[in-house]
Every structure is written in C-alpha cells, then in structure tokens.
C-alpha cells in the first residue's frame, strides 16, 4: 500500500498542477472600444524559440478572435514576458508508529519517517498592453503553472494558460461561451 502511494503521488501532483493560474489587470481610463488593432512591442524572451513561437501565435489567435488585427502602427502594444523558477515541495511519509500495536500489545516503539524532495519548475507568462498614443499601460494578464515534462503537455500548458488568460479580454465583454 505505501508502494502504491509513492507511485501515485507524481500523478496527483501532476494531476493539481495542470490547470494554469491566471489574473487579469486593466486600467479603468481605457477604453476597449477604441482598440482595434495591435503590434508587437515585445516578443517573450524563451531559450527555446518553438515555445516562444506558440506563445506569439496563441496571443495572436486571441486577440483576432476578438476581432483584433495585427498592424506596425498598433492602437495598442503587446509586450510578453516569460520567467521561470525553480520550487520545491517536501513529502514526508510515516511509517510505525510513536505507540506500537493495538490493545493490550501497544507500548512505546518507534516510527520511522521518509522525506523526498520533489523539484518542479513554474512558468509565468506576463502579457502587457499599452495605449500607443498615450504610452499609458492599459491591461496585463498573467498566466502561472508547473512547467510539465514533455513537449506535448507544454504546449497543452501554453494553449490552456493564455486561453484563459484571455477569456474575458477585451474588458467588459462577456465570458466566453455566454
């Protein structure tokens, strides 16, 4: 049974860690509805130029489904930014126990305890936007989730993040699927 605990625990951990975090920012001066077009201001960072690619063409493909169009003289400009760091969790499994046995057998023993550290990387994509005649930043929208293995869930990660991220965008609009 302990066996079976330790061999599920990655896939739990896995399992809560799927779902990107998100938030969203705006300014309460901007006015969406004089925004209809954007340009790159800032390009994310990425060691790895697939991943940077997907997170410029998800942004892209949001934004145009708001009925945005990229253009070099932009309304607004889009600045997105990538960081990652390193985070640990610790787990501690007991085994035995501080009273030995049941009933009448139990006495003073003494348990024994395995901890494992498990490392994990989180992403954060930061997106920023800012009013290209006033230079004024007008929304910013996070996304923040543990960086998964294989390409294939990453790239899962990244859809899902900046889907999210954007599901309410442009502010004042209603949530999709309303």
Known sequence: MKRLALLMLPLLLSACAST????TDVSPSADFSNYRSYSWLAKPDVNNPLAQQRIVDG??????????????DGDVAVAAHVATS???????????????GWGWRGGM?????????????VGTLVVDMFDAKT???????TASGTVP??????NAAIDAG????????????APAGN
């Open 20 to 23: 990107p975090t998100t938030t």
């Open 135 to 141: 230079k004024q930043g007008i929304w910013r929208g």
């Open 59 to 72: 942004i892209n493909a949001q934004l145009r489904a708001k009925g945005w169009t990229e253009s070099a």
């Open 109 to 121: 023993g003494m348990g024994t305890s395995t901890t494992r550290v498990h490392t994990y990387d």
């Open 162 to 173: 900046i889907a999210k991220m954007f599901a309410e965008f442009p502010p004042g609009s």
């Open 149 to 154: 293995d294989s390409p294939e869930k990453a």
């Open 86 to 100: 390193q985070k640990q969790t610790l787990d501690t499994f007991y085994s035995g126990g501080m009273y030995g």
